[in-house]
DNA sequence: TTGACAAACGAACGTTCGTTCGTAAGCTGG
DNA sequence: CCAGCTTACGAACGAACGTTCGTTTGTCAA
């Protein structure tokens, strides 16, 4: 079964309403619903119906819900790069990218209906071997891997100081981003944000060096 | 509906088996199923076949299904009542009781096969209004009480710095603890733990005061 | 021995899930 | 004008969900 499903139809057509335009309209939506009711919890009558189609016409445009899921994550990341990602790159290298990088991340929680996507499909599905957990470990993969390239920048620049574990020291930035979204999903703490960007700062601050605060104040 | 729940049968007999303990039973395997699949996921079918007895012989020890919900985070509660809250509460006031919580805290997330229970269901129900996601607030606002108040009775005793801001530090502490998990059940990385100790040890060393390591060093 | 009661069961309920199918409508190249 | 393709639809499917019901079993008290 399911047959057929590895020739996307990408050729391209004009009509006036594009499958390419629906679908889009469909991920946007998905991405919220899924962000405050899980990956799992977004159904396809739900979402059907919040988009005032029928399932059977939004379940043409996956081949089936683990695509719908699949593409959803994709979708999420797809946000996160340009709301955190692009910013990030268009900062100068060294501590005031790294600062960047901190500010746009605790921003981009509001992206979401349901808070930040990835902290709760990451939840969700750490548990549950399958296709879906995996695009998901791939996309936090990526993104760790940037956050600690960041970092070595910063200390190859000499923005930080030599004897910082760039591993170490993002795994600490994440867990702070991740306290962040926690203290304000679930306990409705407006102060979540300023906390966790308090001690980002405080972290960072402690082993940056002073070239490296110079530049932070230029930027 | 649902009539006669309010008297939960209390009356002290002895038949071989006693409902109390079935439902101990249930709930332990319960815990363990929804720490890995959801409380949403942790459906009464196959709970039920998990445990080798039939759908209505399950349900009959609970209302419903949200009943259900309810329970099991109570039963969790204790679990962590009893992993973290009691060894730390049995540690000398001060910086020693809180070094014992934090590194019973993070042993804590054995107990459970699919990582720490609250920080699954905290993430599934920050987003859906009910009696479930308030009990979760509830047992998550008590320990993140009890953990300030930790902190304050070290800072009372002359083990930590006038100026350190409790509820910051016990954010930091919980965000650690957050990243922990996640570092270990998504990215199955063995580091995780050492991470997490390595940071929080770091962070509480730099606010001790001299009194506070010799009473720490002392226990 | 009998009556009462808790504990567990099998069977069925209505609902919702993901999925399949056949079929209109709308656009486009011949 | 007409085939051919894409897009969307309504109707229906089997499976699984939470839940209800009536019944059987086993144990204690009278």
Redesign the interface.
């Known amino acids: 079964m399911r047959a057929g499903t590895n020739q996307p139809a990408a050729r391209a057509r004009k009509p006036s309403t594009t499958g390419q335009d629906t679908r889009r309209r469909i991920l946007e939506r998905a991405v919220h619903l899924a962000?405050?009711?899980?990956l799992?919890?977004l159904t396809i009558g739900r979402l059907s119906e919040a988009l005032g189609m029928s399932k059977a016409g939004l379940f043409g445009h996956f081949g089936s819900k683990e695509d719908l899921q699949l593409a959803t994550v994709d979708a999420a990341r797809s946000i996160f790069i340009e709301r955190v990602g692009a910013p990030t790159f268009a900062a100068a290298e060294g501590l005031p990218r790294l600062l960047t990088l901190c500010e746009h991340w605790l921003g981009y929680s509001d992206a979401f209906?349901?808070?930040c996507f990835f902290?709760?499909a990451?939840?969700?599905?750490?548990?549950?071997p399958g296709p879906v957990r995996d695009r998901?470990?791939g996309a936090?993969?990526e993104w760790l891997q940037a956050l600690e390239e960041t970092i070595k920048d910063a200390q190859r620049l000499g923005h930080l100081r030599q004897e910082v574990d760039p591993?170490?020291l993002a795994?600490?930035l994440?867990?702070?981003e991740?306290?962040?979204n926690?203290?304000r999903?679930?306990?409705r703490d407006e102060k979540?944000k300023g906390?966790?960007r308090?001690?980002m700062l405080a972290r960072i601050d402690?082993v940056a060096t002073a070239s490296g605060r110079r530049a932070a104040r230029a930027s």
Chains 1, 2 share one sequence.
């Open positions: 962000s405050s009711e899980g799992e919890g209906e349901g808070g902290s709760a990451s939840a969700e599905f750490d548990g549950r998901i470990v936090m993969r591993a170490q795994f600490e994440h867990a702070l991740l306290g962040c926690w203290q999903q679930l306990l979540a906390r966790a308090t001690a402690a």
